[in-house]
C-alpha cells in the first residue's frame, strides 16, 4: 500500500497563469476526492469521482476549475487564471466505495499553492 | 445540512497530561465520525473512525473517542500526551451513503501544542 500520492507538494505562480495537479490514489480505490484548504481552516470539499465519473461538484469549484479522472485511476486538477485567493493547500483524497457504504478517505500528502 | 463544531481553536497541555478535544456535529441521523490529525504542511492521517457499534472507538497512537448521541458529541482523549502529539485535529462527518456523495465535512480544526 503506497497511499494516496500528489504532485507536485508546492507550487507558486503567478496570478493569471493556469496550474494543474495531479493525484494517484490508492490503487483498488475507485472513489478520490479533491478538498481545499485555507490557512486556519479545515479541508473544504470540491469533488469527487466514482472511477472516471464526476458525480459531485461544489460551488466553490467555480469556472476556472476544472478537474478530470480519464481512466479512473489518476486525476489532474486545474485552475485557470489563477487569483490570489486560490492560494491554498489542495488535497486529494481515495476511498473504496462498496455498495452503499463508504469507507474511510485516506488523504495525500497535498499540493500547497501560492499565487503572488 | 450537516455541521462540525470544534469550539478550541487552540488548547496547550503538558507532556504526560490527559487530553480531551471537544467535537460536536450536527445530522439528522445516525453519522460516520472521524478524528484525523495533521502535522505542518502535511496532508492528514487517520485517528479513529465511528461507523457503528461501540460507542467507545480505540485509534491509533494511543488515542481514543467516545461517541454520545444524546450531546451529538465525539470527543477525542488520550491519557499522556507525547511531544509528538502536537499538532493539529480536526474532526470530520460524514453523511451514511444514500446514493449523494458522501463527501466529509470538517470542523474548524484544533491546535494542539505540547509543553516539556
Known amino acids: 500500500d503506497t497511499g494516496v500520492s500528489q504532485d507536485p507538494r508546492h507550487k507558486i505562480t503567478k496570478r493569471g497563469q493556469n496550474v494543474t495537479f495531479r493525484c494517484d490514489p490508492i490503487s483498488e480505490h475507485n472513489r478520490l476526492y479533491w478538498y481545499r484548504q485555507t490557512l486556519g481552516q479545515g479541508p473544504e470539499f470540491l469533488t469527487y469521482?466514482?472511477?472516471?465519473?464526476?458525480?459531485?461538484k461544489s460551488r466553490l469549484l467555480s469556472d476556472r476549475f476544472s478537474a478530470e479522472r480519464p481512466k479512473g485511476s489518476f486525476s489532474t486538477l486545474e485552475i485557470q487564471r489563477t487569483e490570489q485567493g486560490d492560494s491554498a493547500m489542495y488535497l486529494c483524497?481515495?476511498?473504496?466505495?462498496?455498495?452503499?457504504?463508504?469507507?474511510?478517505?485516506?488523504f495525500g500528502p497535498g499540493t500547497r499553492l501560492t499565487v503572488l | 445540512a450537516q455541521s462540525v463544531t470544534q469550539p478550541d481553536i487552540h488548547i496547550t497541555v503538558s507532556e504526560g497530561a490527559s487530553l480531551e478535544l471537544r467535537c460536536n456535529y450536527s445530522?439528522?441521523?445516525?453519522?460516520?465520525l472521524f478524528w484525523y490529525v495533521q502535522s505542518p504542511g502535511q496532508g492528514l492521517q487517520l485517528l479513529l473512525k465511528y461507523f457503528s457499534g461501540d460507542t467507545l472507538v480505540q485509534g491509533i497512537k494511543g488515542f481514543e473517542a467516545e461517541f454520545k448521541r444524546s450531546q451529538s458529541s465525539f470527543n477525542l482523549r488520550k491519557p499522556s500526551v507525547h511531544w509528538s502529539d502536537a499538532a493539529e485535529y480536526f474532526c470530520a462527518v460524514v453523511r451514511i451513503n444514500t446514493g449523494t456523495a458522501s463527501k466529509l465535512t470538517f470542523g474548524t480544526g484544533t491546535r494542539l501544542q505540547v509543553t516539556l
Open positions: 483524497a481515495s476511498s473504496l466505495e462498496r455498495g452503499a457504504i463508504t469507507d474511510t478517505q485516506y
Open positions: 469521482f466514482q472511477n472516471e465519473a464526476q458525480l459531485e
Open positions: 445530522y439528522g441521523a445516525t453519522p460516520y
